[in-house]
């Protein structure tokens, strides 16, 4: 007796047959404007910002941590607000202003008030979701809620740190606020 053959596909194979050759992927020619550079590439119409900015770009500091928008790890700036890059399309990204961790510090390599603030303050352990988190809470200072605990708590809620540097991230970013707005 065969085994059941489920789809087509299968129904084919069973047959003898063979499948029909996949589908050929779109893929477009885009321009990247990311830490102040202009990116031409040529990528598949699904790839995600996430990526190409590891894959195309070698910008690794970008890290992909669930590749399903849960974890933070991903996260960059899009025109000045933080964005989760997995699930971010690259395409959608053309024409806009993308910074990531390596683009954060300043032009003469001074590092930018929340960078300094984790170093300062212990702020990580492994390391992982560092560029995340810090990325997230530049972005929590520039929307203005940086107000208290809770309330970064709040806004961070959605980078997750499997060391539970928990409490130095929020004193980081308290600290890093008055640097910010100097």
Not at 4 to 32: M, N, Y
Not at 37 to 57: F, I, S, Y
Request: hydrophobic share 40%; net charge neutral.
């Amino acid at each position: 007796m065969l085994p059941l053959a489920v789809g087509a596909a299968g129904v084919r194979a069973a047959a003898g047959e063979t499948a029909p050759p996949p589908a050929e992927v779109p893929s477009r020619s885009l321009t990247l404007h990311v830490n102040g550079r202009a990116h031409r590439v040529t990528l598949d119409n699904r790839t995600t910002l996430l990526d190409a900015l590891r894959e195309q770009l070698g910008l690794t500091g970008t890290k992909k941590g669930c590749d399903h928008g849960q974890c933070g790890a991903c996260t960059v700036h899009l025109d000045g607000k933080s964005v989760l890059s997995c699930l971010t399309l690259a395409a959608q990204a053309e024409g806009r202003a993308v910074t990531t961790i390596e683009g954060l510090a300043g032009a003469d390599g001074a590092l930018h008030p929340v960078q300094q603030a984790f170093i300062d303050h212990d702020a990580f352990q492994c390391g992982y979701c560092t560029p995340g988190q810090i990325m997230s809470a530049a972005a929590c200072i520039a929307s203005g809620r940086a107000g208290s605990d809770a309330e970064i708590r709040e806004y961070m809620s959605g980078n997750i740190c499997r060391c539970a540097a928990y409490p130095n991230i929020v004193t980081a970013i308290l600290a890093a606020k008055t640097d910010v707005r100097s």
